[in-house]
């Protein structure tokens, strides 16, 4: 293996999706919802497979993705991109973020990263051959958010990029109009790109709203926004994905891309475009029963003894260990099935400044109540 990858071992989601499988326990680590999309958009796939759409679609996606992509962008948010030019597939959003990093940034460069940070930003950081430059987190009054000055400080004569995750997996904030602005302004100062990974633009609550970066002052110019329809339809495993931004940046991204992956895989993509289009009531649905089991993981992670953070988006929820007794997040999540029958995320390897995360493990509630209200039962033997 190389040098630059030999930090990176086995992803913590294969790690604990396994430990999973291996101890029979309750999954509540890797995100993936446990009932499927809506019914209409498998059957769009199914279709498109039987009516011999299996052929190489095009480098750049199927022309209905694109338009429904465009689509979504101008009506959702007011951005309007021209479906041929600015906007391309990618194989999940995965790929989109692996792309523009790939694309954009180079050795030597430095990328601003808000840890705990999704993982595989630090990995493609480090395939690209840059830096990453963590902003740090913390919980204040209940919700993750960072310091302006903190991220203007990390800002330095080599950055050349901001990754921007909101709602934000895992601490579950979704970024503020005046939070965005803090990113926007050190943006148009420094003349960064915003590579901004949107797969849970959906996925919020209480009336919280999504806001892309893409929509403040002198952004849409500078930002690559990603996003995919794994989260959005409940199609995780699909993997098709896309991404928005000027000509320029998207030409300088499919340099790469093409030599990734080609193309995005076809009936998927054809699925995914007919969903933009038509599933939005669908994804509201979706959206409140995730905000009431969410509702029900933090009542019942509270009642086992967890300090937990109720999150504005995503389907995880931070959880502090301390309350119980435990300090390394990481021990506890990989003794819990043995302790409990339960799995979870240990957010510290998220994080370069471990010690800001020792002390969290993060709980999806992507899934059935029962499962859970199981899940709640046997973590209350940890008091
Ligand atoms: N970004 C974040 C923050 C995620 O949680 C995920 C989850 N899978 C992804 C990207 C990857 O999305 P996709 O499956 O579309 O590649
Ligand atoms: N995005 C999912 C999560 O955060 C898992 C993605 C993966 O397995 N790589 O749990």
Same mark, same amino acid.
């Given at each position: 293996?190389?040098?630059?990858?030999?930090?990176?071992?086995?992803?913590?989601?294969? &790690?604990?999706?396994?430990?999973?499988?291996?101890?029979?326990?309750?999954?509540?680590?890797?995100?993936?919802?446990?009932?499927?999309?809506?019914?209409?958009? *498998?059957?769009?796939?199914?279709?498109?497979?039987?009516?011999?759409?299996?052929?190489?679609?095009?480098?750049?996606?199927?022309?209905?993705?694109? %338009?429904?992509?465009? &689509?979504?962008?101008?009506?959702?948010?007011?951005?309007?991109?021209?479906?041929?030019?600015?906007?391309?597939?990618?194989?999940?959003?995965?790929?989109?973020?692996? $792309?523009?990093?790939?694309?954009?940034?180079?050795?030597?460069? %430095?990328?601003?990263?808000?840890?705990?940070?999704?993982?595989?930003?630090?990995?493609?950081?480090?395939?690209?051959?840059?830096?990453?430059?963590?902003?740090?987190?913390?919980?204040?009054?209940?919700?993750?958010?960072?310091?302006?000055?903190?991220?203007?400080?990390?800002?330095? +004569?080599?950055?050349?990029?901001? *990754?921007?995750?909101?709602?934000?997996? +895992?601490?579950?904030?979704?970024?503020?109009?005046?939070?965005?602005?803090?990113?926007?302004?050190?943006?148009?100062?420094?003349?960064?790109?915003?590579?901004?990974?949107?797969?849970? %633009?959906?996925?919020?609550?209480?009336?919280?709203?999504?806001? +892309?970066?893409?929509?403040?002052?002198?952004?849409?110019?500078?930002?690559?926004?990603?996003?995919? $329809?794994?989260?959005?339809?409940?199609?995780?495993?699909?993997?098709?994905?896309?991404?928005?931004?000027?000509?320029?940046?998207?030409?300088?991204?499919?340099?790469?891309?093409?030599?990734?992956?080609?193309?995005?895989?076809?009936?998927?993509?054809?699925? $995914?475009?007919?969903?933009?289009?038509? &599933?939005?009531?669908?994804? $509201?649905?979706?959206?409140?029963?995730?905000?009431?089991?969410?509702?029900?993981?933090?009542?019942?992670?509270?009642?086992?003894?967890?300090?937990?953070?109720?999150?504005?988006?995503?389907?995880?929820?931070?959880?502090?260990?301390?309350?119980?007794?435990?300090?390394?997040?990481?021990?506890?999540?990989?003794?819990?099935?043995?302790?409990?029958?339960?799995?979870?995320?240990?957010?510290?390897?998220?994080?370069?400044?471990? %010690?800001?995360?020792?002390?969290?493990?993060?709980?999806?509630?992507?899934?059935?109540?029962?499962?859970?209200?199981?899940?709640?039962?046997?973590?209350?033997?940890?008091?």
């Amino acid at each position: 293996l190389v040098p630059r990858m030999r930090e990176f071992g086995e992803t913590i989601f294969a &790690e604990m999706s396994a430990l999973a499988t291996a101890t029979g326990s309750i999954n509540l680590g890797q995100g993936f919802p446990d009932e499927d999309g809506p019914k209409a958009m *498998l059957d769009v796939a199914v279709e498109a497979i039987r009516s011999g759409g299996n052929q190489y679609p095009p480098g750049p996606g199927v022309p209905e993705l694109r %338009e429904a992509v465009a &689509e979504q962008r101008l009506e959702r948010y007011g951005l309007s991109y021209d479906p041929m030019t600015e906007v391309y597939a990618t194989v999940g959003a995965t790929e989109g973020i692996a $792309a523009s990093v790939l694309a954009l940034t180079g050795p030597g460069d %430095e990328v601003i990263v808000f840890e705990p940070y999704y993982d595989s930003y630090a990995a493609v950081i480090a395939l690209a051959g840059a830096v990453r430059k963590p902003v740090t987190l913390r919980p204040v009054e209940g919700r993750f958010t960072f310091d302006p000055d903190e991220l203007r400080a990390a800002v330095g +004569p080599r950055t050349k990029a901001i *990754l921007v995750n909101s709602p934000h997996n +895992p601490a579950g904030t979704v970024f503020t109009r005046g939070e965005l602005e803090a990113v926007a302004a050190v943006c148009r100062d420094r003349d960064l790109v915003a590579i901004t990974d949107e797969v849970y %633009e959906y996925l919020t609550f209480d009336g919280t709203e999504h806001i +892309p970066l893409a929509t403040l002052d002198g952004m849409r110019e500078r930002t690559v926004s990603v996003s995919s $329809a794994g989260k959005t339809f409940s199609a995780t495993g699909w993997k098709t994905g896309w991404i928005t931004a000027p000509a320029r940046y998207v030409r300088a991204v499919q340099t790469v891309k093409q030599f990734l992956t080609y193309a995005v895989s076809a009936p998927y993509q054809r699925a $995914a475009a007919y969903a933009l289009a038509n &599933e939005t009531a669908w994804v $509201a649905e979706l959206r409140a029963s995730l905000q009431a089991k969410r509702d029900r993981l933090v009542a019942g992670l509270e009642a086992a003894g967890f300090t937990a953070y109720r999150p504005q988006g995503t389907y995880f929820v931070q959880a502090d260990i301390r309350p119980l007794g435990f300090s390394d997040g990481l021990e506890l999540a990989r003794a819990l099935p043995a302790k409990a029958g339960v799995v979870a995320i240990p957010t510290q390897v998220f994080y370069d400044h471990a %010690e800001a995360g020792a002390h969290f493990v993060r709980f999806a509630f992507c899934k059935k109540d029962e499962v859970i209200d199981e899940a709640v039962e046997r973590l209350r033997r940890l008091a």
